[in-house]
């Protein structure tokens, strides 16, 4: 089988990779290893996965019809799994532009690339962020998803609405997994364990929001990719029985299908911080400040329609998940 993996100098992306070369499979990676966080951590990612044969990367800007077009049409996929996007609920804020150009011009490259090549399966990132206002617990794929909260969450909820088109109009099997709280050994800088490990190491304060008052249904990065490896195995198919008026948004008569992918299990902000206190062996200087723009109070999946069709169940609790960051993290800044 042969994938395409957008974003894959990313956190989940690399992963990704690396768990499909394993499998055998033929991996084709693009990033376009823009400096939104620190590239030397993107270029150590990239190391683990280019030791493979069946692997190769280039460096791509997905808002750029010409090359995607040209991507696809010089390589014949079986299967993509798009993860590369503008991410950040608070970047969001301060250059919206670029969250149109890489989550909105360039996901709609990768459907046109899909529908004019014959694209077995698209896999695609969404977030959990597209539940936005929404205070009933847990988050279920079921739930109106029309009052996001951020730019950010809007275009992921654009990307779902745009697959659904794509399907119903060419036929093209989509599926879009909502994250929730992505965390482990090579995470992303600009999350909330990234930036505690590092400044509770150095000494510095860590911003605790909403005064602590916060709950995150943090998971973990071998569940997620799993998760995501299993369901692209599954491919949607047309219902010509569901109508809108009876079936859920996370499904269509369209082979569309939308998947939560988390860990089920919302942990505290302030418990998550005395794990990793604790997995330290420091206690972290604590600035306790009001509820961020763009920020939501609590995430929660409901993963049992993922469950029903693959069997994922996420393995790792939060101590053994933090204990395999810090490890990670000690070894790669030599600490």
Request: charged share 20%; glycine share 6%.
């Amino acid at each position: 089988m042969k994938y395409l993996v957008t974003g894959a100098a990313g956190f989940i992306g690399a992963k990704i990779c690396y768990e499909l070369l394993k499998q055998g499979h033929s991996v084709i990676g693009l990033d376009s290893m823009n400096d939104y966080y620190d590239i030397n951590l993107k270029k150590s990612r990239l190391k683990l996965i280019n030791t493979f044969d069946n692997f190769y990367f280039t460096q791509l800007d997905i808002s750029s019809e010409k090359n995607m077009e040209a991507l696809f049409h010089n390589n014949k996929f079986d299967r993509v799994i798009h993860l590369a996007a503008q991410a950040g609920v608070r970047y969001s804020l301060e250059n919206p532009h670029a969250y149109a150009n890489s989550n909105l011009v360039g996901f709609l490259n990768i459907l046109e690339c899909c529908r004019n090549y014959n694209i077995e399966h698209l896999v695609y990132a969404s977030s959990s962020s597209v539940y936005g206002l929404n205070k009933k617990t847990p988050f279920s794929t079921s739930d109106s998803v029309d009052h996001p909260v951020s730019l950010y969450a809007a275009t992921k909820k654009s990307n779902e609405l745009m697959a659904h088109s794509y399907s119903h109009l060419y036929n093209i099997p989509t599926t879009g997994l909502r994250f929730f709280t992505v965390y482990g050994p090579w995470g992303r800088p600009d999350m909330a364990p990234f930036i505690f490990t590092k400044k509770i190491i150095n000494g510095e304060p860590i911003d605790i929001n909403n005064n602590g008052d916060m709950w995150r249904d943090f998971t973990y990065i071998d569940d997620i990719v799993e998760g995501v490896i299993r369901v692209s195995d599954i491919i949607p198919e047309k219902n010509d029985n569901w109508t809108v008026e009876s079936g859920s948004p996370a499904t269509s008569s369209a082979p569309y299908r939308v998947y939560n992918i988390g860990n089920g299990a919302p942990v505290n902000l302030m418990d998550f911080i005395k794990t990793l206190e604790e997995e330290l062996g420091i206690e972290a200087k604590k600035n306790f400040r009001e509820m961020q723009p763009g920020d939501v109070y609590k995430t929660f999946a409901d993963t049992q329609d993922l469950f029903n069709i693959t069997g994922y169940k996420p393995k790792v609790n939060i101590k053994e998940g933090i204990a395999n960051l810090v490890k990670w993290y000690k070894e790669y800044y030599n600490v």
